[in-house]
């Protein structure tokens, strides 16, 4: 799937060479035309608000949950949501790749969760464990300050170790104070195809905690304003809890 983490490669190769095959066939489009391939436009684990903003944000509005998807939810939930997507803005000064702040509310959000359960598309209810619990951060520093915050209650991994997997609760953590504070190129932090990975390992609830200086990016590309819109619209599109 071009539009998640490519895998790592090594040595030069010619332009073009490090594309995949699905990638040529694609040649720049977002999702495989009818013409050129099938798209597989069902997807058996995101509730249907989380698909809903996933497709819209990363597939062309191609994408949609499977109807029993909608019987995930969280029981109890997190701040007042058992099911969906919930953006929490936390404000931070002068951090770069490590927010204790950010941490800190991820570790309250982990306890809350605590005893809970949740069901899953069959209507199956079943205990929250840790396992179930995935939190995401796009640099190393911030899931070692978040390991440290939550003591092993749930799995903490930048995005990178989680493509692939899945959990009831995911919780994403951008750690970065400001544009200004990344310690690596924008294009890093705000790379789409992290917060698509990020995001669509959740069955029942998406979070993303960020600092809300994040969404006022001083846009220098077209590209640039492409990577900060998908950012803007799960603020809009979402339900916000004050940090």
């Given amino acids: 799937d071009p539009n998640q983490l490519p895998q790592v490669t ?10 995949s095959a699905l990638e040529h066939v694609l040649n720049g489009e977002t999702t495989i035309p009818p013409d050129r391939g ?9 509730h249907p608000t989380i698909a809903s903003f996933i ?13 029993s998807t909608a019987s995930q939810r969280v029981q109890g939930g997190l701040r007042g949501i058992e099911s969906g997507l919930l953006f929490i803005p936390v404000d ?10 950010e941490a800190a509310i991820v570790a309250e ?3 809350s969760l605590r005893g809970r359960s949740w069901t899953n598309r069959h209507g199956q209810v079943q205990a929250l464990t840790p396992d179930d619990i995935l ?33 009831a609760v995911v919780i994403y953590s951008m750690a970065t104070s400001s544009p200004e504070d990344a310690p690596r190129q924008c294009e890093f932090l705000y790379s789409g195809n992290r917060l ?12 993303l905690i960020a600092s809300p200086s994040l969404l006022w990016l001083p846009c220098r590309t077209p590209e640039q304003m492409r990577l900060v819109n998908a950012f803007w619209r799960f603020a809009e599109v979402v339900e916000t809890a004050a940090g």
């Fill in 55 to 67: 497709s819209e944000a990363f597939y062309e509005s191609r994408l949609e949950a499977e109807g």
């Fill in 109 to 111: 959000l982990v306890r």
């Fill in 135 to 167: 939190v995401v951060a796009p640099y190393n520093a911030q899931v070692a300050e978040i390991q440290r915050a939550t003591a092993g209650a749930c799995r903490v991994g930048t995005v990178d170790k989680f493509q692939g997997q899945e959990g």
């Fill in 38 to 46: 099938l798209f597989l436009e069902t997807t058996w684990r995101l």
């Fill in 10 to 19: 090594q040595g030069t190769h010619p332009d073009g060479a490090e594309a």
């Fill in 196 to 207: 698509n990975v990020a995001i669509s390992r959740a069955r029942c609830i998406g979070v």
């Fill in 92 to 101: 931070h000064a002068g951090n770069g790749n490590r927010s204790p702040e």
